[in-house]
């Protein structure tokens, strides 16, 4: 399959489903496509996810005092000494940065995008992403060689996030998000830029328990890839747009404490 | 200003539900942000009304300068503060029952495509905003562009592959 007749497929899906009240079924050579290609990925991240949002089909009344509030702006734009302040202002601000530029006091530090020593700008949150040979074995990590470990969820339970993730990135927990059961918890942490990083957990009694990390794509995000793993009759799901080893070791690192 | 306030009531009774509509769209769903846009974009029709004289695309004029000030504004608000800023709106209160983890993975997304709507070509954008952001039919968007059903649906396409490409452009920035 080619990535137009993937696309194709793509929008009739969603053509016939505008309201996207239930998720197409994909075929099977579709998803391996997607699973291949990102940028048919992201299309399909985009057109299902963002361009049918539900939300896009609905309609708010207009707030009661808007029709007074835009009157006061239209009439305190249309003051003309408004106008001159503005022009005697950005002239002001255009003498000043000319000025400065001349004389040579504007100067502007700009983090250069390479040390000086001559090594490679890398970032670990923005950097390198191993997108085209995504080999999922790789990152099995048994579970006994993890070293910490503190899972409980009965009472209000603490969590404290590993130092790496709220020293970058500052993740916070949405509050409107929780979903919490008598078996199961959701919460979603959001960092400033909007990106997002969920964690589930499931009460699972006797199931069958892997006993090792297994790092996912996430079907529904491009970029995005999840962790799972099983740790005394709870399984456990982190989920967010970070590379997939540096999930793991947020996986590894987590801890909940009551 | 008598004939300024006449000439804004006009505007406003005519096209301010519909335009305030596509704002609050436009600014992910966020009442304030869709007020100050409003109110951005009447001030600037009035201040050119007098340029502007074709009753009949006035809803499409007024559309063109609500999107400007919107795109304009998120430009201005992450070249001071870097950052894409997070909507404000409780989600919970507009969709009913909603997975938490859903409604979160579609509101990163969705805050992300807008993000890129602004780096697309204004003709694929607009095409968007009208198709998918005003829920109008390929017949109207022609009707309203003057161009083909044909283009319109080819315009469509090549618009979200480019809005992917962004996004992917974004992602691994």
């Given at each position: 399959m080619n990535c137009s007749n993937a696309r194709d497929i793509i929008d009739t899906c969603f053509q016939e489903n505008p309201d996207r009240k239930v998720l197409p079924v994909m075929p099977?050579?579709?998803?391996?496509?997607?699973?291949?290609?990102d940028i048919c990925r992201t299309y399909f991240e985009t057109v299902m996810i963002a361009l049918h949002d539900p939300r896009l089909r609905m309609a708010i009344e207009l707030p009661k005092k808007l029709k007074s509030k835009t009157?006061?702006?239209?009439?305190?734009?249309?003051?003309?000494?408004?106008?001159?302040?503005?022009?005697?202002a950005t002239m002001a601000a255009l003498v000043i940065f000319v000025m400065g530029y001349l004389f040579g006091t504007a100067h502007v530090k700009?983090?250069?995008?390479?040390?000086l020593s001559g090594e490679l700008y890398f970032d670990q949150f923005c950097g390198y992403l191993p997108a085209s040979s995504f080999d999922p074995s790789r990152y099995f990590t048994p579970v006994d060689e993890i070293s910490f470990y503190r899972f409980r969820l009965t009472g209000d339970s603490v969590m404290s996030f590993p130092s790496l993730l709220t020293g970058y990135g500052h993740y916070q927990l949405d509050t409107h998000l929780i979903e919490r059961s008598d078996a199961s918890v959701c919460l979603v942490f959001v960092s400033p830029l909007g990106d997002l990083l969920t964690l589930r957990i499931r009460e699972i009694k006797n199931g069958l328990m892997d006993?090792?990390?297994?790092?996912?794509?996430?079907?529904?995000?491009?970029m995005a890839y999840s962790v799972s793993w099983f740790q005394n009759e709870w399984h456990f799901t982190i989920s967010a747009r970070i590379p997939?080893?540096?999930?793991?070791?947020i996986a590894k690192?987590?801890?909940?404490?009551? | 200003m008598i004939g300024t306030r006449i000439r804004f009531e006009a505007l406003y009774n005519r096209h301010c539900r519909k335009l305030f509509n596509l704002a609050w769209r436009l600014c992910s769903f966020n009442v304030t942000?869709?007020?100050?846009?409003?109110?951005?974009?009447?001030v600037r029709a009035l201040n050119a009304s007098e340029t502007y004289s074709d009753q009949n695309k006035e809803y499409a004029w007024l559309k063109t300068i609500c999107i400007h000030v919107i795109f304009e504004k998120k430009r201005r608000y992450r070249f001071f503060n870097n950052s894409v800023r997070p909507e404000l709106t409780t989600?919970?209160?507009?969709?009913?029952?909603?997975?938490?983890?859903?409604?979160?993975?579609s509101r990163e997304t969705f805050g992300r495509v807008i993000t890129a709507m602004e780096s697309i070509n204004p003709e694929f954008r607009h095409v968007l905003i009208s198709k998918h952001f005003e829920g109008k039919t390929d017949d109207e968007i022609a009707g309203e562009q003057g161009i083909c059903v044909a283009t319109v649906r080819s315009r469509i396409r090549r618009a979200r592959v480019a809005l992917a490409e962004c996004l992917l452009k974004e992602n691994t920035r």
């Open positions: 099977p050579d579709l998803r391996d496509h997607l699973n291949g290609c009157w006061r702006t239209v009439q305190a734009s249309s003051s003309r000494s408004v106008q001159v302040k503005h022009l005697a700009v983090e250069p995008s390479q040390p006993d090792a990390y297994i790092v996912h794509r996430d079907p529904l995000r491009v997939p080893e540096y999930l793991l070791t690192e987590l801890a909940i404490r009551t | 942000d869709a007020e100050d846009a409003i109110q951005e974009t009447f989600p919970e209160t507009i969709t009913p029952h909603p997975n938490p983890e859903q409604l979160a993975v």
